[in-house]
């Protein structure tokens, strides 16, 4: 009779000893107003998104906080890897959420870093926020003592449709 193998499923470990309360207080926030989020208020769930941050190579937390067409809120937090091709950028961990639950239709989101030096969202991530938004979505960046507003448009003109691809 063959051996077989059992694998013992083990508890589910807690995350790098960060309280599972306060990521999920802004992994995902509900709303109940449907109004436009206040952009202070969303560059704050921005700023506490880099708390979360897995970032041991370049010590670069970057967080975002994107607002939904019905006003819930998703964050994320960039996640780095040693080879840095598999990192994860804290818009798509963001847009990933809010995609997972259900969510395709986005009114802003409001970028940050550790640092608050205006960190713009990068071209993949860009092109990325076409998928979903047109050129009037705004990007939100925190800068030292104010917020940079941009257009996604204006970030990405000439960007890789559908229609591009004629469909």
């Known amino acids: 009779m063959p051996h077989r193998r059992t694998a013992a499923v083990a508890p589910k470990p807690p995350a790098r000893g960060r309280p599972s309360q306060r990521r999920a207080r ?3 926030h509900e709303r109940e107003r449907t109004a436009s989020m206040d952009d202070e208020d969303l560059v704050a769930a921005a700023r506490e998104a880099t708390a979360n941050a897995h970032v041991p190579y370049s010590e670069y937390r970057v967080g975002a906080a994107l607002e939904t067409a019905d006003g819930t809120v998703f964050t994320g937090c960039n996640i780095e890897n040693a080879n ?29 870093s550790s640092e608050r030096d205006g960190v713009l969202p990068c071209g993949m991530c860009r092109q ?3 998928e979903f938004c047109g050129d009037d979505f705004r990007v939100l960046c925190d800068e030292e003592s104010e917020l940079a507003e941009y257009r996604l448009g204006d970030l990405l003109p000439d960007a890789i449709t559908a229609e591009t691809l004629g469909r």
């Open 26 to 28: 802004w992994l995902f």
């Open 84 to 112: 840095y091709s598999n990192s994860l950028h804290a818009e798509e961990v963001a847009i990933a959420e809010a995609v997972k639950n259900g969510h395709d239709a986005f009114a802003q989101v409001a970028v940050t």
């Open 128 to 130: 990325t926020f076409t």
